[in-house]
């Protein structure tokens, strides 16, 4: 079982940058892994993945080009750079593991607590 934990979440203003990580726990190195974020009353959305061997990346398209994912797995760490945020990039973001290749939230098995990143206007 992986166990996840993210942090760097925070209020910017409009237009600046972000730096969410998360580390994990466990054996991550066969897991592909997934940024998801919530605002309140709404679903969970995709926000971006990348594969176990960080060979391929894919965002959602609300925030590509505005966001990179990377991944360290020597250091169990899997990094969200977010830039030119918008107020409507506000919510909780989780960090998730699944062994498919996916953007569908069920095809994730395990998941951190979240951080709450805040931008206002």
């Known amino acids: 079982q992986v166990q996840l934990s993210e942090s760097g979440g925070g209020l910017v203003q409009a237009g600046g940058s972000l730096r969410l990580s998360c580390a994990a726990s466990?054996?991550?190195?066969?897991?592909?892994m997934g940024w998801f974020r919530q605002a309140p009353g709404k679903e969970r959305e995709f926000v971006g993945g990348i594969t176990e061997r960080g060979d391929m990346t894919f965002y959602a398209k609300s925030v590509k080009g505005r966001v990179t994912i990377s991944r360290d797995n020597a250091k169990k760490t899997v990094d969200l750079q977010m830039s030119s945020l918008k107020p409507e990039d506000t919510g909780v973001y989780y960090c998730?593991?699944?062994?498919?290749?996916?953007?569908?939230?069920?095809?994730?098995?395990?998941w951190g607590r979240g951080t709450q990143v805040t931008v206002s206007s």
């Open positions: 466990g054996r991550t190195s066969n897991y592909n």
């Open positions: 998730a593991a699944g062994l498919r290749t996916s953007t569908h939230p069920s095809d994730f098995t395990s």
